[in-house]
């Protein structure tokens, strides 16, 4: 239980924040919010199925399963694999190897239950070049999360100042307050995740109650029907109403679920029955409570896309509270991804993949708690320069969960005016 409340500080930051930013990316360009409430609706019934299929059933009960002696990520998975079968291409001996039999006998004995993938990728020489590569990809991706989702979390939450700070001031305070505050977290980072999961666990805490709470009442007061909009049938009238709008919208939605892959790449911090029990008595019915609330409140009010943002759903007189909670919490969300970007680095060291780096062991009782001085100083300045090169939630969002054509194009059509120009040069 120990574990389970620092995990809310470490693991599930970044997935709790992203009601903040995930209906403003969807409705940004593509769709528009229209009188029949068919696209919000559309949009709750992909945000539910999508929470319920993706961190749910696949991560919690399926791949935290899979761990490689109690750590998790991309490279322990094929690590772990590499064990089993022989397709292995990097060095990946482990204590436990010991008690395989394949690892004993010098061949192995023919099994009833091998299975006909793993003979097939024994057989071929080229599928272990490619089982390898998918696997470097799979980590690039995950840290590449990494540099955008402290960017986009903090960002999103700095920007609700826009509802009391007229256009002008807010465009020029926004963005060195958000490097502040990156700069802030990342000077944390060497205290270790056990004193940092204490320390941002209660924040985490309060901010699920406070979205818990805040849908509870946008569902009473606006619209008590809502829930039926978590019916598929949903899904299709969106899909008839906006056709290939709608499928370019999606990208916006896909951001519900960033942070998901933290889960398994934070295992070795925590443990399994830590983070999944967090996930599915809290964290999982505070964030579809809390996008149920944002649905109820824009059905029955309709802003136009760019004045779509979850704190036009909070009341007037909880609006300063709620968005200090929200910065608080959106510095939390970038913890989930650092901690693991430093596990998956740490891995691929060990198996030869990356340079040698200091690896700084912060606990005495759980062994994959690190953190490593030169990755936390690198993100840090790649972070600050994602900020301020794209200075737009819009473009974040669409780096993050967009098709790569999409967000070019995106990109270009309005590198003509002289605010979006840093972003074209970043790209």
């Not at 490097?179 to 205290?191: D, N, T």
């Not at 409140?297 to 909070?314: C, E, G, K, M």
Request: aromatic letters at 12%; a neutral charge; hydrophobic letters at 45%.
């Amino acid at each position: 239980m120990v574990l389970a409340y620092q995990s809310l500080g470490v693991v599930y930051g970044d997935l709790s924040i992203s009601p903040l930013y995930v209906y403003k990316s969807t409705f940004a360009e593509d769709i528009h919010h229209s009188e029949t409430n068919e696209e919000i609706f559309g949009v709750l019934s992909f945000v539910f199925w999508t929470l319920t299929l993706v961190p749910l059933f696949k991560y919690v009960f399926i791949v935290l399963r899979a761990d490689d002696n109690g750590e998790g990520g991309t490279f322990a998975l094929y690590s772990s694999i590499c064990r089993h079968a022989k397709v292995s291409l990097l060095p990946n001996r482990q204590v436990s190897d010991e008690s395989l039999s394949t690892y004993k006998l010098e061949q192995s004995p023919e099994r009833k239950y091998d299975s006909k993938v793993k003979m097939l990728l024994e057989k071929y020489k080229f599928l272990h070049t490619a089982l390898l590569i998918l696997v470097l990809l799979g980590t690039c991706m995950v840290i590449g999360d990494g540099l955008l989702t402290p960017a986009i979390s903090v960002f999103s939450a700095v920007s609700g100042l826009e509802l009391s700070m007229s256009k002008d001031h807010h465009q020029y305070a926004v963005i060195p307050i958000t490097c502040f505050i990156l700069v802030c977290l990342f000077a944390l980072q060497h205290y270790g995740t056990h004193r940092v999961g204490f320390f941002f666990a209660p924040i985490v805490l309060l901010w699920l109650i406070c979205i818990s709470a805040l849908g509870l009442y946008n569902i009473i007061y606006w619209n008590p029907h809502v829930y039926q909009a978590l019916s598929p049938y949903y899904m299709l009238k969106f899909f008839k109403k906006t056709k290939k709008q709608g499928w370019m919208s999606l990208g916006g939605i896909l951001l519900c679920i960033t942070g998901s892959e933290a889960m398994f790449a934070d295992l070795g911090h925590f443990s399994y029955a830590a983070i999944q029990i967090a996930f599915t008595f809290l964290v999982y019915p505070a964030l579809i409570l809390g996008y149920m609330g944002q649905a109820a409140y824009l059905s029955r009010n309709h802003p136009n896309a760019d004045q779509i943002s979850y704190y036009v759903s909070v009341p007037e007189s909880l609006r300063w509270p709620v968005l200090a909670i929200a910065i608080l919490a959106s510095v939390v969300g970038s913890q989930a991804i650092i901690s693991g970007t430093f596990s998956i680095i740490n891995q691929s060291q060990s198996l030869g993949c990356f340079p040698r780096v200091k690896v700084v062991h912060t606990s005495d009782k759980i062994y994959g708690q690190i953190y490593i001085p030169e990755i936390n100083w690198i993100l840090m300045i790649l972070c600050i320069a994602v900020t301020i090169g794209f200075r737009d939630i819009k473009h974040m969002g669409n780096a993050s969960g967009r098709p790569p054509q999409s967000l070019v194009s995106c990109i270009v059509v309005n590198s003509e005016r002289s605010d979006h120009y840093s972003a074209l040069r970043s790209i």
